[in-house]
């Protein structure tokens, strides 16, 4: 893969990650169902994560996906899920263009119990941890953020989310999403359905119906059956689990979904300015070189002894003298 496409996830199986937006009920409710299974793949295979680690990554990239596709404007969302479980923390960055990137923090701290493939959806709420924050901070362009969080209570993500958008963003709404592994734990397929009601629409009565018919494993299931019939896409996938509510279901607009990582060495050296001149020097004296790592991609920068006093000067230069 070349340098320059080293933070883009590619297509090489013709698995096509796609957000679809809509309405529903004659437009009471708006819904957004999408895949991400190459993007997903994408992310777990730089940080070379199995079973629940990469799960936790998928559900969370697909929520976060969800959140930002909400808007016809350009829009980012940071979700964070701060958890104590093993895993520290799963944080991901989605565009309502479709890009999105992701990292647990502990990627490596649990391992795989291939028994645990047969189960119809992973229970990850030990993995997360039950005592935490769900942080979401929406950029709309804006001066200010704005920015909403929930305290944890069951750490399976797509429901944590769900209860942050009815209780800190007061919209009635059902989330779910799903990342599936094979008996290795690998990624096989990724997905997720968002379903809310719209100012003064009166569709309340068309999500708690959805709730209840996708209550527990069932989104799971549904996903498996897509899958199984060659049928893993966004348009069947809504018709499954919204059954008769997809009927006349109003297609406003589809776009890709992709791993994307911004990052770049003149980003990652505004690290290094940010420290103080004390510490640059006594990197220089003890390491005689710096290495940062993007935390999303995995892409290593290195300065050398040289580059590092360049680093140092610049800073004594730029500091206000008093």
């Given at each position: 893969m070349s340098r320059q496409n080293a933070k883009e996830s590619s297509d090489p199986e013709?698995?096509?990650?796609?957000?679809?937006?809509?309405?529903?009920?004659g437009g009471r409710a708006r819904v957004v169902v999408a895949t991400a299974t190459t993007a997903v793949r994408e992310m777990v295979g730089r940080h070379q994560m199995v079973g629940l680690p990469a799960v936790a990554l998928g559900r969370a990239a697909m929520a976060g996906l969800l959140l930002a596709?909400?808007?016809k404007d350009e829009e980012q969302v940071t979700l964070q899920?701060?958890?104590?479980?093993?895993?520290?923390?799963v944080t991901v960055d989605a565009r309502s263009s479709g890009q999105v990137r992701g990292f647990v923090k502990r990627p490596l701290a649990l391992t795989w119990d291939p028994g645990s493939a047969g189960q119809t959806r992973l229970a990850i709420g030990p993995a997360v941890g039950r005592r935490g924050v769900v942080v979401v901070i929406r950029d709309l362009g804006?001066?200010?953020?704005?920015s909403g969080?929930?305290?944890?209570?069951?750490?399976?993500?797509?429901?944590?989310v769900e209860r942050y958008l009815i209780t800190s963003e007061q919209i009635d709404s059902?989330?779910?999403?799903?990342?599936?592994?094979?008996?290795?734990?690998?990624i096989t397929a990724v997905a997720g359905l968002l379903v809310q009601t719209l100012p003064q629409a009166h569709g309340a009565a068309v999500v708690e119906l959805l709730r209840d018919t996708l209550a527990g494993p069932l989104f799971s299931t549904v996903l498996r059956?897509?899958?199984?019939?060659d049928a893993f896409a966004p348009g069947p996938i809504a018709k499954a689990a919204l059954g008769q509510c997809a009927t006349g279901m109003q297609v406003l607009d589809q776009r890709p979904v992709r791993f994307?990582?911004?990052?770049?060495?003149?980003?990652?050296?505004?690290?290094l300015t940010m420290l103080r001149p004390a510490d640059l020097q006594e990197m220089i004296l003890e390491t005689n070189e710096a290495e940062v790592t993007c935390n999303f991609c995995g892409a290593r920068y290195r300065w050398s002894e040289a580059e590092l006093e360049g680093i140092r000067r610049r800073h004594d230069r730029n500091r206000p003298q008093g």
């Open positions: 013709g698995i096509s990650d796609t957000i679809l937006r809509g309405l529903i009920e596709t909400l808007t899920v701060l958890g104590d479980g093993p895993l520290g923390g804006l001066a200010q953020n704005y969080q929930v305290a944890l209570e069951s750490g399976e993500i797509d429901e944590e059902l989330l779910r999403c799903d990342a599936l592994v094979d008996s290795e734990g690998r059956d897509a899958l199984a019939h994307f990582c911004p990052c770049t060495r003149q980003r990652a050296e505004l690290t």
